[in-house]
């Protein structure tokens, strides 16, 4: 037999390890025996697929919260002895990691080299294709003199709209038939009774008896509702009258 403290009797325990596997769900938790610190994080896998019945390429195991690679040896990884390790279902981080490399590799062949060329502004400077073949100072005077140009062309169709709309109302105007006037204000406008000087000026135009006087009495055509809407919001600028005219 060994005897304790020995260099053979400390080869003896570095070979031959007690690991703890912990999992979560449906795997359960169980230890491994007889472990040699030369295995590879790999061939460890393998061991650990015998006790779950889990694909080598499913598992992915920590130790401390590190994840280990399959090429690492257990001693490489510093795994000592009744370490517990933890076995997480997923897609293995290594090939995840290689996978991510060749994929970055192959992005990496499909872009084209900067090529420089003259800039198209005239200004002695170079330009690549990513700013249109401008150099940076002229890439920005162009997008400038763009946005000023559309912001004129808007400004003008704002204004034909408005000088069309302009028209049409003057248009509708000239096709209204002219008001009548009120001759003898002596009289009511509605009714014709004789009301003299005592007669009501409505905001219409006319005169009205006492009878008559209210707008709903004489159909009124007056906006009296508008004009109501008007007040109010010249005395409250800082209230909005839903459906009226906008606070001034």
Known sequence: SLLPGCRWHRLGLARAMELSIKSS???????????????TVGELKKKCQEETKLDVNQQRLFLKGKLLKDEDTLEAAKIANKATIFLVKGASGSGGAAAATEVKEEKKEEEEPAVSVPCLGGCGFFATAKTENYCSKCYANKHKKEEEEADKAKKEREEKEESEKKAVEEEKKEEEPPRKEQEDKTKCWYCGKKCGLTGFHCRCGYVFCSKCRHAEDHECDFDHKGKGREILAKNNPNITVKGGAPAV
């Open 25 to 39: 769900g449906a795997i359960k938790s169980f230890k491994l025996e007889g472990i040699e610190a030369s295995l």
